[in-house]
C-alpha cells in the first residue's frame, strides 16, 4: 500500500504561480511512475504531467512550458510547479503513483486550485 497526500492548492490570480506537493508514505520513485492529473467539473480526469522512476518527464500539450514536474527522492516527495496559471487551469489536482512491473495504481485525495481574479 502507498498513502498519496497532496498540498499546495488554492486561489490564484491569472499568470500567477503555485507549487503542489505529493508525499508518498514510503520510498517508491525507484519502481513507480508518478503523475499529476487534474480533473475540472463536468470534464474528464487528465494527465497533467509524470515523471517516470528513470527521470524522464513527460507534459501535456496545455501545460507544456509552463508547468515543471521533479521530485525529491529523500523527500519522497514530487512537485507540480505551475506559473503563468490561467483560468482554465481551474481544477482538482490528483496525484497517482503506478508501479512499473505490477502495474498497481494509487491516488491522492487531490488538492484544488482555482485560478481567477
Known amino acids: 500500500q502507498v498513502q498519496l497526500v497532496e498540498s499546495g492548492g488554492g486561489l490564484v490570480q491569472p499568470g500567477g504561480s503555485l507549487r503542489l506537493s505529493c508525499v508518498a508514505s514510503r520510498s517508491i520513485f525507484n519502481i513507480y511512475t508518478m503523475g499529476w492529473y487534474r480533473q475540472a467539473p463536468g470534464k474528464q480526469r487528465e494527465l497533467v504531467a509524470s515523471?517516470?522512476?528513470?527521470?524522464?518527464?513527460n507534459y501535456a500539450v496545455s501545460v507544456k512550458g509552463r508547468f515543471t514536474i521533479s521530485r525529491d527522492n529523500a523527500k519522497n516527495t514530487v512537485y507540480l510547479q505551475m506559473n503563468s496559471l490561467k483560468p482554465e487551469d481551474t481544477a482538482v489536482y490528483l496525484c497517482k503513483a503506478e508501479q512499473v512491473f505490477t502495474k498497481d495504481t494509487y491516488w491522492g485525495q487531490g488538492t484544488q486550485v482555482t485560478v481567477s481574479s
Open positions: 515523471i517516470s522512476r528513470t527521470g524522464s518527464t
